[in-house]
Nanobody, 124 residues
Framework: QVQLVESGGKSVQAGSSLKLSCGFS????????MGWFRRAPGKEREFLGV????????FVVHRLQDRFTISRDNAKSQVYLQMNSLKAEDTATYYC?????????????????WGQGTQVTVTS
């Protein structure tokens, strides 16, 4: 059974860095992509970026490219979201998700398996 488990979220001060992890146990790596999303209080779920587990290629939304990076370690069955220069508006619950067979890559409906989320709070 495939499971996604996020970890690493905590309360930090603005300007800090934080690295979130997503464990993907039971997942076949080939031809799979994993996405990162977040949901801030009172807002819609927001797509952040995606990574190919096969070749490590990534895409991060343009407005976050200077602060957020995505990586993976297949040997450890982990995907990471490195966040730098955190701001109060980055406060949200962060989710990793498995890319599904159809749908837009930037739309949450294009993902068929989700973790439980990990909370990040940035205080200014």
């Amino acid at each position: 059974q495939v499971q996604l488990v996020e970890s690493g979220g905590k309360s930090v001060q603005a300007g800090s860095s934080l690295k979130l992890s997503c464990g993907f146990s039971g997942l076949t790596i080939s031809s799979r992509r994993m996405g990162w999303f977040r949901r801030a209080p009172g807002k819609e779920r927001e797509f952040l970026g995606v990574i190919s587990l096969n070749d490590g290629s990534t895409f991060v939304v343009h407005r976050l490219q200077d602060r957020f990076t995505i990586s993976r370690d297949n040997a450890k069955s982990q995907v990471y979201l490195q966040m730098n220069s955190l701001k109060a508006e980055d406060t949200a619950t962060y989710y990793c998700a498995r890319r599904g067979p159809e749908g837009s890559i930037t739309d949450s409906r294009g993902y068929d398996l989700w973790g439980q989320g990990t909370q990040v709070t940035v205080t200014s």
